[in-house]
Every structure is written in C-alpha cells, then in structure tokens.
C-alpha cells in the first residue's frame, strides 16, 4: 500500500511569500499531523487534523495554518514567510489519534526562504 | 531543561557491538514512541510502548513508568543502522521529541 506522500520535496521561496505544502496520507488513516524539523529546535509538533477538524496546535504563530480535506489530504500554509521558516516539514498519518497510534512519515518538504 | 532528554548526542560503534540508547522524560506520558531518521530526512516508526518491552529483529525498546525512562538496544548492530535515532512522548495531545541521537556504525 502507498506510504504518505509529501510534494513538493524541495522549495525555496522568498521572504514575504507565502507557501502551501500537500500531505497524502495512508488510504484510510484519518488523522495527519505536521511537524517542522529544524537544526537548532530539532523536531516541533505543528497541528493534527482529524475527519476535517483541526484537534490540536502548537505553539506556533498564526501564520502556519492547515486544513484537511474530506479524502484526508491535508495542506498546511505558510504566510509571510520569514528566514527562520527554513526547515524540513514532516507530515505523519495515522488510523486514530497520533498520539495514541503509530505514525507513519511522509519523506518531507525541504523549505528554503532567502 | 528539556521535557524529554536523549543521551548519548552521537554515538559510534563497531559493525557487531550491543548499542544502547536511553531516553528520559519529565512530564506525564500516554505512550513513548522510538523513530529512526537516516540522512534525506524520512523518518520510521520504530516502537511505541506504554510499558514493559517489545522487540523487533535487533531491536529493543523498554520503558520504567516509575522512573521515567526508556531505552532502545541493538544488538550485533550493522552500517546499515547507522541514523539518527528520536524518542517522543506522547503527553496530553501532541508529541514531544527528544533532540535525537547521532548513530554511527563503522564496518
């Protein structure tokens, strides 16, 4: 079965910008959540959408909004881009809550903002 | 300090060696999961425990509720082994991850 998949892998955008990054989940697993990975914070858990509904957030500005769609795919945006928005995005899939049940990791999208 | 602290940083080893890697946590957890990133940044699920052990091929977890720690053993470890390993906890509604471990296997 397909794993998750993430598009695109690599972007560079410009300060000011904004950015939309697709998650695929699983077929059947409702639950995905967005992760940024960064060298100096190291893994950061974004937001997790489950049936459509964001269930839970962290702590980010409210420039990094997400949503997800009745077939389970979720988008997450990035608006005003900033330099320290550089980062590898992960997103997980999972049958129920990712807390509770195993992820399963798409291969990322590498954010590059000049 | 860290909610969730991982030791060693970086770790090498001979193709062969028992490898251990613990991890620490300091707030209350509902599971412990053990993931494996190699360079390009995918990531794998290794292990989610809540306690006891559980064992995959070469691979250990083992969790102690009571003192808050977790390690992940491999045994007779292999080149291919060689990733960053991270531990997360899952505390209320999200994940909390431990900075990762530099693992180096040399043949």
């Known amino acids: 079965k397909a794993g998750v998949t993430q598009t695109p892998r690599y972007l560079i955008k410009t300060r000011g910008q904004q950015v939309t990054l697709s998650c695929s989940p699983i077929?059947?697993?409702?639950?995905v959540s967005w992760y940024q990975q960064t060298p100096g914070q190291g893994l950061q858990f974004l937001f997790e959408y489950f049936s459509e509904t964001q269930r839970n957030k962290g702590n980010f500005p409210g420039r990094f909004s997400g949503r997800q769609f009745s077939n389970s795919r979720s988008e997450m945006n990035v608006s005003t881009l900033e330099l320290g928005d550089s980062a590898l995005y992960l997103c997980?899939?999972?049958?129920?809550?990712?807390?509770?049940?195993?992820?399963?990791f798409g291969q990322g999208t590498r954010l590059t903002v000049v | 300090k860290n909610e969730v602290e991982q030791s060693p940083q970086n770790l090498t080893a001979q193709e062969g060696e028992f490898i251990t890697i613990n991890c620490s946590y300091s707030v209350g957890i509902s599971a412990l999961h053990w993931l494996q990133q190699h360079p390009g940044g995918g990531i794998v699920s290794l292990f989610m425990l809540s306690s006891g052990k559980k064992k995959h091929g070469r691979l250990i977890a083992t969790i102690n509720i009571q003192e808050k720690h977790s390690s992940l053993h491999i045994t007779a470890s292999h080149p291919r082994d060689s990733a960053v390993y991270i531990c997360?906890?899952?505390?209320?509604?999200?994940?909390?991850f431990g900075t990762g471990t530099r693992l180096q296997v040399f043949p």
């Open positions: 077929s059947g697993h409702r639950s």
């Open positions: 997980a899939s999972s049958l129920g809550h990712s807390v509770n049940t195993e992820a399963f």
């Open positions: 997360a906890v899952s505390n209320a509604d999200k994940l909390i």
